[in-house]
């Protein structure tokens, strides 16, 4: 069944846009960030954080930002890599949100922040990354 959950995460994730890798394959990505395993780091524009939970149904995955740099670390970042434990990977949004019980401030994160204008111009990076990866340990 966890393995069910882990490649519909994978594959919802992807069609979301997300770029999925495991954590052997990001070392030397997060090296040049100087991620050392801290909630949330940030590094010129890229943020990293650890995520509290993800939901396979949506592909997405839930973080906290309970405060300023948090927050900052997830949308103020041209690119952002979400640190993701695979037993933190649940079937829905409800189990997401029950596995992060007590933290105040929370967002799920899906996707690359897209916006478009009324002429349908579609424009990246407006509310958010412009680019989000998932880093599976």
Do not use: P, W
Not at 111 to 116: L, M
Request: aromatic share 8%; net charge negative; proline share 0%.
């Amino acid at each position: 069944m966890k393995s069910e959950i882990l490649e519909r995460f994978i594959e919802i994730a992807k069609l979301n846009g997300v770029e999925v890798l495991e954590i052997k394959d990001a070392e030397d990505l997060l090296k040049g960030v100087s991620y050392n395993r801290e909630s949330h780091c940030k590094f010129n524009k890229v943020g990293v954080v650890r995520a509290i939970s993800a939901n396979s149904q949506e592909g997405n995955v839930l973080v906290d930002v309970s405060d300023d740099f948090k927050l900052g670390c997830v949308v103020d970042v041209d690119e952002l890599y979400v640190i993701v434990e695979k037993d933190r990977i649940c079937s829905s949004s409800f189990e997401a949100y029950k596995k992060a019980k007590g933290e105040d401030y929370l967002l799920f994160v899906g996707a690359e922040s897209k916006t478009a204008d009324i002429e349908k111009q579609l424009i990246s990076g407006v509310q958010g990354a412009k680019k989000v990866t998932f880093i599976l340990t």
